[in-house]
């Protein structure tokens, strides 16, 4: 009888076992076919991000993560503490860039960049920061918030329902009097179709210069939301705004440079081509180009771009949360989370992989500040050579290296990777930036007799 029991509980047991297994498998099925839940109706007017948290939790939860503030080794930012005022309420800050690297106000003097730069903090901060910089002390037209605000509504509303007149109206605007529909940073509009979820491109400017760089590619009519792959878009959401871009025209609108490629060489000749200048140096009287954040054009020359390595693979990569798999909307450096962002791929352990891309950044760095050095001494050879009554001719021959040799390390500066997306390239550009500055000099030294 006991046996008979024994068999019967084992019985009982297995079968309770089993049938907990298929049912845990039947509702993973479940959650991995029914991805989402639609509790609310979306479309190109739902702006408030936590409406679509209500279909979207988890990839929402991760959003929210965004207001960390959690600094690498050569990135990021730390909580600075900020004494609030009624211009400024903001009560914490990011470190100040020009402290550290104080050749900045030279490179950038006579312009809004000098008065106030600080470390990069998340997408949560992209819009409070961009309103109380110092650099509003200098009126800035509208077309800033391209990159610093959730756009697709602002720009529907004033153009009456049509985004590229929006788009045109606001560049043109003031940003004091453009600023005032626009009420969140970037939000899951900008990046996704609220009936299919499927990423899409909603800045004017990216796919105006998509087009125009596959178009020196040998590739016509290239309509980014119709022809580019999913892969693709994985990164070109992202460069929508992490590029290098200018203010055309007395209508400031904002047009990506790509016409000739997206190598700094190329950006430059196609600059020079069409004589644009953002300011004059205050102290050499320099035509100047001031670089943005070209990351989405030194990703495109790294080694991970030609593998096939997606921005969102390493700074959204994808995680499971049960049966689903999503991508992790809080967009940091991969090098906080090295196990998630690199060892999908790289099998070296945690500690080996952080140690060799600090090591990377940590050369760059050091190039980076000779880069600096070397121009600003281009630029105290300039001013004595001006003091001392030398020939025009001969300062804009070092005028003109100046100009070349600002962009070139204002790139790699600006671009926020401290040289990890492409090392290579940046020892290149750096290298180059040195070059003419010294070139600079030496024109002074043989011409005005320095």
Same mark, same amino acid.
């Given at each position: 009888?006991?046996?008979n029991?024994? %068999?019967?509980?084992?019985?009982?047991?297995?079968?309770?076992?089993? /049938?907990?297994?298929?049912?845990?498998?039947?509702?993973?099925?479940?959650?991995?076919?029914?991805?989402?839940?639609?509790?609310?109706?979306?479309?190109?007017?739902?702006?408030? *991000?936590?409406?679509?948290?209500?279909?979207?939790?988890?990839?929402?939860?991760?959003?929210?993560?965004?207001?960390?503030?959690?600094?690498?080794?050569? &990135?990021?930012?730390?909580? %600075?503490?900020?004494?609030?005022?009624?211009?400024?309420?903001?009560?914490?800050?990011?470190?100040?860039?020009?402290?550290?690297?104080?050749?900045?106000?030279?490179?950038?003097?006579?312009?809004?960049?000098?008065?106030?730069?600080?470390?990069?903090?998340?997408?949560?901060?992209?819009?409070?920061d961009? @309103?109380?910089?110092?650099?509003?002390?200098?009126?800035?037209?509208?077309?800033?918030?391209?990159?610093?605000?959730?756009?697709?509504?602002?720009?529907?509303?004033? &153009?009456?329902?049509?985004?590229?007149?929006?788009?045109?109206?606001?560049?043109?605007?003031?940003?004091?009097?453009?600023?005032?529909g626009?009420?969140? *940073?970037i939000?899951? @509009?900008?990046?996704?179709d609220?009936?299919?979820?499927?990423?899409? %491109?909603?800045?004017?400017?990216?796919?105006?210069?998509?087009?125009? @760089?596959?178009?020196?590619?040998? %590739?016509?009519?290239?309509? !980014?939301?119709?022809?580019?792959?999913?892969?693709e878009?994985?990164?070109?959401?992202?460069?929508?705004?992490?590029?290098?871009?200018?203010?055309?025209?007395?209508?400031?609108r904002?047009?990506?440079?790509?016409?000739?490629g !997206?190598?700094?060489?190329?950006?430059?000749?196609?600059?020079?081509?069409?004589?644009?200048?953002?300011?004059?140096?205050?102290?050499?009287?320099?035509?100047?180009?001031?670089?943005?954040?070209?990351?989405?054009?030194?990703?495109?020359?790294?080694?991970? /771009?030609?593998?096939?390595?997606?921005?969102?693979?390493?700074?959204? *990569?994808? #995680?499971? !949360?049960?049966?689903?798999?999503?991508?992790?909307?809080?967009?940091?450096?991969?090098l906080?989370?090295?196990?998630?962002?690199?060892?999908?791929?790289?099998?070296?352990?945690?500690?080996?992989?952080?140690?060799?891309?600090? &090591?990377?950044?940590?050369?760059?760095?050091? @190039?980076?500040?000779?880069?600096?050095?070397?121009?600003?001494?281009?630029?105290?050879?300039?001013?004595?050579?001006?003091?001392?009554?030398?020939?025009?001719?001969?300062l804009?021959?070092?005028?003109?290296?100046?100009? #070349?040799?600002?962009?070139?390390?204002?790139?790699?500066?600006?671009?926020?990777?401290?040289?990890?997306?492409?090392?290579?390239?940046?020892?290149?550009?750096?290298?180059?930036?040195?070059?003419?500055?010294?070139?600079?000099?030496?024109?002074?030294?043989?011409s005005?007799?320095?």
């Amino acid at each position: 009888m006991r046996k008979n029991a024994f %068999i019967l509980g084992g019985a009982v047991v297995a079968t309770l076992v089993i /049938a907990y297994v298929l049912t845990d498998i039947i509702e993973k099925k479940s959650e991995a076919s029914n991805p989402f839940f639609r509790v609310v109706e979306l479309t190109d007017t739902t702006q408030n *991000p936590a409406t679509w948290g209500q279909n979207f939790p988890l990839q929402y939860d991760s959003y929210l993560r965004t207001v960390d503030m959690v600094r690498t080794r050569f &990135g990021g930012s730390e909580s %600075i503490p900020h004494d609030s005022t009624a211009d400024d309420p903001r009560r914490v800050t990011s470190q100040q860039k020009l402290d550290h690297l104080p050749q900045l106000k030279r490179m950038w003097a006579g312009y809004a960049f000098a008065r106030d730069f600080r470390e990069e903090r998340g997408h949560a901060y992209m819009l409070e920061d961009q @309103l109380f910089t110092g650099r509003q002390a200098v009126p800035q037209p509208g077309t800033c918030l391209n990159c610093h605000a959730s756009m697709v509504v602002p720009w529907l509303r004033a &153009g009456n329902g049509d985004l590229m007149a929006g788009f045109d109206s606001l560049n043109a605007k003031p940003y004091s009097e453009a600023v005032k529909g626009v009420t969140h *940073p970037i939000t899951c @509009l900008d990046c996704h179709d609220p009936e299919t979820m499927q990423l899409r %491109i909603t800045r004017p400017g990216f796919m105006e210069g998509i087009r125009a @760089l596959k178009a020196s590619q040998g %590739i016509a009519d290239f309509d !980014v939301n119709r022809d580019a792959t999913h892969l693709e878009m994985r990164s070109y959401v992202c460069g929508q705004c992490h590029v290098e871009y200018y203010f055309k025209g007395k209508e400031k609108r904002l047009t990506f440079p790509w016409q000739k490629g !997206v190598q700094v060489d190329s950006i430059y000749a196609y600059y020079s081509q069409v004589g644009h200048d953002d300011w004059k140096h205050a102290e050499t009287g320099a035509g100047m180009i001031k670089a943005q954040h070209p990351e989405f054009e030194m990703w495109s020359m790294g080694t991970h /771009a030609k593998a096939g390595v997606a921005c969102a693979d390493c700074h959204m *990569p994808y #995680r499971r !949360v049960g049966a689903q798999k999503i991508s992790d909307h809080h967009v940091r450096s991969p090098l906080l989370d090295v196990a998630a962002s690199c060892q999908v791929c790289h099998r070296d352990s945690d500690t080996e992989l952080l140690a060799r891309a600090e &090591g990377i950044q940590d050369r760059h760095s050091r @190039l980076r500040d000779r880069a600096l050095n070397a121009l600003v001494d281009l630029i105290d050879d300039i001013e004595r050579a001006q003091e001392r009554g030398a020939d025009e001719a001969t300062l804009n021959v070092a005028r003109e290296f100046q100009r #070349r040799a600002s962009f070139y390390v204002d790139f790699v500066e600006a671009e926020n990777s401290t040289g990890f997306h492409a090392d290579q390239e940046g020892a290149r550009i750096l290298g180059e930036s040195i070059d003419y500055s010294r070139r600079g000099q030496r024109a002074l030294w043989t011409s005005a007799g320095l």
